[in-house]
C-alpha cells in the first residue's frame, strides 16, 4: 500500500547511509566535539552566511524545542506560539514539563501568527496592572512552514521581528520542515533571511532526508550560556555526537538539503494540479509538501483501500479533511500511482 | 593514532548499517509503533525470558535515565545511588531537572553498592521523626557494570532486591555497558536474572554496537502508566522510532549483542593480561571492557605520543590513573599495537 | 479615602486577633501537628458532614492551587479550567512552573464552566488519534465563587461531577472566596455539598476574615500520599502550623465564618442596589461580594477622588468596567459613603 | 511541661500583636506595595546600612531559600551547602524541585563551610575535563548561626567572599535563626558585615519572635529581575503583605529584633554555665541560643518528665545527644526549672 501519512517514514538519503558507511570504523571524540561536526558546522555557516553562528545538534524536534526555548527563557517567561503550534498541540506538555507556560494567539492563513497580534498580546500584558502576577512573554515561535504547510514572507517575518525588538524579545523559527520552505518555488525566506531575522532557528532534519537529527542555528555568537551542559541535563546530548554531524555534512554539501526539499514539494505539486484540476476543494493552501484536501468520507473510504493518509479533521458530517505528505524519499511512480486513485 | 577512550568512538556494527540500508525506503509508521520495533520487541523479551516485558526504545543513557527515574518515582521521592553513579555525578542535573534528589551511599569494590549501605541509608531514614520533612528514598539506582567496569553477582542483586521488597521501592538498572557484563566469563547475571530481580532496566545500545539507542525493560508489565507520553514530554521520543527498533532487531538475532560484548571483553582481557605481566597497578579491578591502570606521569606521556586515552584521577603526585576502553570495534591489531607502547 | 479594591485590604476578624493574644506564649508542636490545629479540622470535618475528610492549612491561595493541583496530577497530565480561570492568568505560572499545562474553555455567565464544554474537551481529546502526544486532561479545576464573583449552583455541579466521573478525573474548587459563596441567599451549595461533589476544595481564609490562610479539604480521607511532605517541598509548611490552625478554629467557632461572608454579601447587595437604582449597568451578574458595574470614564474620575476601586477592563472608548469589592470588614457607614457619590 | 523543643513554639512578640491591632481595620494595598512594608524596608535599610539594599518579605524559611536560590542560579547550576545544611537535608527536596542540585562538602566546628573546601570543590569542577557533563556550582549557601548554632567569625565570611569573588559566584546566608546569631556577645558579624559580604542574606522572623515571616535582602539593588514574579511563581507571594511588613516594621523599632535575640541567648548561657558545672559533654559548641548536650539515656527518661526537648541523635549505646532550644520567648522561670531537673 502507498504511503502519504508523513514525512518521516523512510530511513534517509542514501548518501547519509553511504557517509555512515565510509566513516563507519573511524573513531571520533564523543558528544559533538569532533571535527566532522565542526565540518558540519562551517558548511551551516556559510549557508546562513554567518560566520559567528553558532550551531549544535540535536535529535528531535520535541527535544528542540524543549530545549532551546527553556535555554532562552527566564524561568518567568512564557513563549508566545499560535494555538496550532506545535509547542502548543503536539508536545505533551514538553515546554510546561520545564517550567514554561505556552501563550497563545490565533493562526491566520494556515497557523501563521500576524505580527499585529503578537504587539497586541504584548501591549495588552504590559498596559495590564496586574502583569507582575502574570507570565511574561519572553519569546515568540513560529514554524516555517507552518504545522499547516504554509510559508512566511521575508515581509512578515521582518514584521515579526519589528514587534520583537520593540519588546526586546527573541524569535525562535521551528524548521522541522525547513528543507520544503526553502525549496518552494517563490518563497523569499533563504538561510541567511532566517539567520537576520530569527534569534534561534533550526534546521529539520528528521522530516528532511536525516535519519534522525536537527540542527539549532543561533546567530551571531547568540547560543545561551553553557548551552551543551543544558542539552546534557535536558538528556538530549548524543554520545556518537558525530552520527549527528555526518548526516548535516553530508546534507550540506552539494545541495543535498536543498535537492531532498525539492523533491517533496515537487510531488506535492503534482498532486496538487491533479486534486485541482478534479475539483477538489483544499483544506489550508500549503505551496510546501504537505496537501490538505477536504474529501467526502466515501471517497476517503475508497483511497483508504490503497493509500495511508492521516485524518485531519472533520469538516462536516459527510466530509473530512485528510494529509497527504510528500517527502524527500517520494518517487514519481508513488504520486502517479496517487492521482491514479483520486 | 590509536584510540581507547571510550566505547563510542565508531559507528555501529556492520550489521546494523545493512540492515538500515536494506530498509532504508520501506515506510513505518511513527513513534516506535511499528512492525520493527514489535519483532525487536518480541526478541528482547524471549531473551529476557518475559513475555509480559513491556519494552521501549530511546535515543541515549542519560535520557533513558532521566525518563525512567521520573517516571517511576512519586513528587517527593529520590533515588538512591553510589556516590560514583552516572546519574550522581556526570548527567548535569538531569534527576534534578525533573525535580528529584540523588541519595548517595558510598561505593564499595569499584562503584558498587552495597545492601547494607542500602539498608541502612533506608532504615535511618524512617528512623528519623523528621523524615517527613526530607526527600523519601524512592528507588535504588545501580550500573551492571558499574562506572569502573565492576559487575554485581546474583547473590548480591538478590540480596538488594530482598532490601527494596523490604521497603517496596523499586530496583533499576543502568546498563549503559550491559553487552559487557552480560559477555563476561564467570558472570552469573544474565538477562532473565536482571529480569527477575530488577523492576526496570535497560540494554545499552550506544556503548555496545549501535549507532545510538537504548531498549528499556519493564518487566512483568510494569511500565508506567502512559510512559509512551512521559517518554514525549521529556523530548525523548523519536520520530523514526524504527531507526532504533532495526538496530535491536538485529542486536538480538543471532546473538550479535552479546557476540559485540564479548569482543570488547576478550580483548580487555589481553590487555589485562599484559598490564599484569608487566607488573603494572590497576586502579579498579574491572572484569569488563574498561581497564583503570595506574602509570607514572612519565609513562603517560611517551604513552600518549601513540594513544588515546582517558585520564581518570591523579593518585598521588608523579601517577595518574587512566582508563583504557576497549569495545564491540576493538580489533586484535589494535590490542597488539596497544600492548607494544606499554 | 474609603478603599472598595479587595477583601484583603484589612487584617482580620477581632475574635481572631482575640484569639492569637490568648494563646500567644503557650508553646505548640510545629508544622500544624497541634491540638489547635486538630479541633480546627475537627470544627471543619462537622461543618463539612465528613468524618473522614482530611484538612491541611496552608497559606495562600496561588500556594494553596500549586500545591493541591501538582499533588493530584500525573506528571503528564494537565488541569483543565476556564480562560479566565486564576490558575490560567493570575499566578504567575506557578501551575506550569511545578510541570502542569493548564487547558482551557470558554467561561459562561461570568467565568463558569459548563459541563458540556468539557465533556466536549475530554472527548475530543481521547478522540484524538494524536492524543498519547499531547497533554492528559487530568482535573478539571473551578472556583466558587468564580473570578466573576458567579456561582455555580448545585445542578450545575453535579452536572460537573459526572463528567469528572465519567472520564475518571478529580474535580477541585478553589474556594478563595467560599465564605461569601456559602453566605449568598438562595445558593444550594453548602459545605456538605461541596464535599459531596468536590474532591479537593479550599475554604479560602485570606480574603473572609483571617489573616492570612487556606483549609484544603480533600473528603473521604482522599489527601495524596505523603501530602506533607509534598507541601514542604513546594516550600509551603508554616513551622507555626498553630497560627493558621488558631484562625481556623476560631472562624469556625459560632458560624463566624458565615457570618463573616454574610457582611461581605449583604453590604453588596446594598450597593448593587443602590446601582440598579441609578441605572448603572453591570458587567457580570454577581450575587457575591464583588460588584462589576460599568461607569463613563468621566464618572470614574470623579468616582476616584473619594473611593478607590479596580479597573477591570476597558469596555469601549468611553466607558469602563470597575470592580468594586466589599468583605468582612466592610461597614454599613461605609457602603453609605460609597453610594452617596454615584 | 516545659517546653524547650524549639524556637517556634510560641505566636510573637507582644509588641506585633499591639501593632496588628492597632492597625487591623486600616486598609492596604495588597502583595506588599503598601506603606507598612516601605517603612519596615527603610528601617531595614538603615540597620544595614546600605540604601540601595532590596527587600522582600516571605513566609517561612524553607520557601525563602527555594526562592531565593532558584531565582539566583541558572537552570544549569547548582548550590554548594554543607551535608548538615538545611537546604540539603531538612527541605524535602524543595530546592531539587525547582531543578537545582545541591552539592555538599563537609562541615567543620558545628556545620560550617571552610573556604578552602569551597575553594577545593570549585577548583576540582574546574579542572575536570568532563565539568561540562556535571552541575555548576553557581552558588554558595552557609547559615548564621549554622544548624548547630554555631557562628562565623567576619574573617571566616570575608575568606568565603574571596572565594566566592575568585569564581564569580554569588554567596547567600540563611539567617533563620539570625537574630541569636547578631545578639551573640563577642560575635563580629553585624548587619552591615552580612550586609557587606553576601549577595543575598535573610532576617529570620519566624524563630525570633515574629508570627510567621523572613526578610529577605539583596544588598546593592541586587534582586533578581523580576523577583516579585518569580516569588508569585513560587506561590509565595501573600496577599496581605503588609502583615509581614507590620512584624517587620515593629521588629526593627527600638531594636526590638536585637532584644528579642539578646533573650534566646543569654537564657542558654545561663542554661550551658549549669551545664558545665555540673559536668555535661557538649554534642556542639553553640554560643547562640541552641544548646546540644550528651546525656545518659535514663537521664534522658527523667527529664523526659518535666521537659519536651528534641532528639538529636544517638552518640553511643547509652547516651543521646538532644537539643534544647530556648528563644525570643524564654523567660527567666522555665530556665531555673529546666536547670532544676538537671
Known sequence: MLSFVNDYSEGCAPQILEALAAHNL????????????????AKIREACADDSADVYFLCGGTQTNAVVIDSMLASYEGVVACTTGHVALHEAGAIEASGHKVLTVPGHDGGKMAARDLRALLAA?????????MVFPGMAYISQ??????????AELQELRAVCNEYDIPLYVDGARLGYALATPGSD???????????????????VGALFGEAVVFPRHGAPRHFFTQ???HGALLAK?????LQYDTLFTDDLYLRLGANGVTRAEQLRAALVERGYTFHANSPTNQ??????NERLAELGEHVAYEVWEPVDATHTAIRLCTSWATTQEQVDELISYL
Chains 1, 2, 3, 4 share one sequence.
Open 26 to 41: 573511524t573513531p571520533e571524540p564523543g558528544y559533538g566535539c569532533d571535527p566532522v561536526c565542526e565540518s558540519a558546522r
Open 145 to 154: 512552514p507552518t504545522e499547516y504547510g504554509t510559508l512566511y514572507t521575508r
Open 231 to 233: 542539552v546534557k541535563s
Open 189 to 207: 525566506v533563504d538561510l541567511p533571511c532566517l539567520t537576520e531575522l530569527a534569534d534561534a532557528f533550526y534546521i529539520g532534519g528528521t522530516k
Open 241 to 245: 555526537g558525530f552520527v549527528l554531524g
Open 291 to 296: 496537501t490538505f484536501v477536504v474529501l467526502s
Open 125 to 133: 500584558f504590559y498596559a495590564d496592572g496586574s502583569h507582575e502576577h
